[in-house]
């Protein structure tokens, strides 16, 4: 139940203006997913700053799997930052079933060098279904942002709960096309070991879709992102008796205003 991509996406926001990171947004993320999903440091973040987050994605789609048995998912999120510390709660709820989770925490942004940033963070989350389940998460991010056309990161989210962790590297290329529009397109290779699965630890799925941002004003933007997964060894071992395809296609749209 990996949201930093959602938290990713959504506190990017703060630390960096008008930069948008997904996962798958994190996500996730989500968080990208958001990503979480699209959690960056920057140099010059304001004191104070609130960003109001609302979304919604086609499939609730976590470490490569479709957590929701049909429908989408509607994101709303609240974050407040001051100086490199930010908390934040987000709250997500099926389109079409009984599914609504929870997910409140603090992250704090480092500045490691000129073109190395990262953040270290902690989040609680409860979800509400047939049966209610809850987790701790540890989460930490790495950025290295030397070339803008060719950004490299690295997630690690370790779960109490799972007794495991979950790794996910990827590539980002923020492409401006106006003042106002930036594409993004990434691919995400991730890793499981324990996290979602104990009978394997290794490649999980492998992940590719384009972002898009659209800043209506200084306060307002507008983005979205269409992604597409790849299962890979852990996500087949898992559900070996499935005929069922397991790559997942979706889509998200959000919109944010930061004050």
Not at 196 to 212: I, K, P, R
Request: net charge negative; glycine share 6%.
């Amino acid at each position: 139940m990996n949201r930093l991509t959602a938290i990713s996406l959504t506190a990017s926001l703060l630390f960096n203006s008008c930069y948008l990171f997904a996962d798958d947004l994190a996500s996730d993320i989500s968080i990208d997913d958001a990503h979480l999903n699209q959690i960056v440091a920057n140099n010059e973040v304001t004191a104070t700053e609130f960003m109001l987050d609302l979304g919604w994605d086609s499939r609730y789609i976590s470490e490569g799997r479709n957590n929701l048995d049909k429908g989408g998912i509607f994101w709303a999120t609240a974050v407040y930052q001051y100086e490199n510390i930010s908390l934040y709660a987000v709250s997500g709820r099926a389109d079409s079933e009984h599914y609504i989770e929870w997910n409140l925490g603090l992250e704090y942004g480092i500045t490691l060098s000129d073109n190395l940033a990262g953040a270290v963070g902690y989040q609680r989350i409860e979800a509400y279904a047939d049966d209610r389940c809850s987790d701790n998460e540890f989460f930490a991010y790495l950025e290295y942002t030397a070339l803008d056309w060719l950004t490299p990161s690295l997630g690690y989210t370790y779960s109490t709960e799972a007794g495991g962790y979950f790794v996910e590297a990827s590539l980002h290329s923020n492409w401006e096309l106006s003042d106002s529009i930036t594409v993004t397109p990434y691919i995400t290779q991730a890793f499981d070991f324990q996290y979602v699965t104990e009978a394997h630890d290794g490649a999980n799925h492998f992940q590719f879709g384009l972002e898009a941002q659209y800043q209506l004003n200084t306060q307002l933007m507008l983005s979205g992102h269409l992604s597409h997964t790849i299962a890979q060894e852990d996500i087949k071992r898992e559900n070996s008796d499935s005929q069922s395809n397991l790559n997942q296609t979706y889509a998200g749209v959000h919109i944010s205003w930061s004050f």
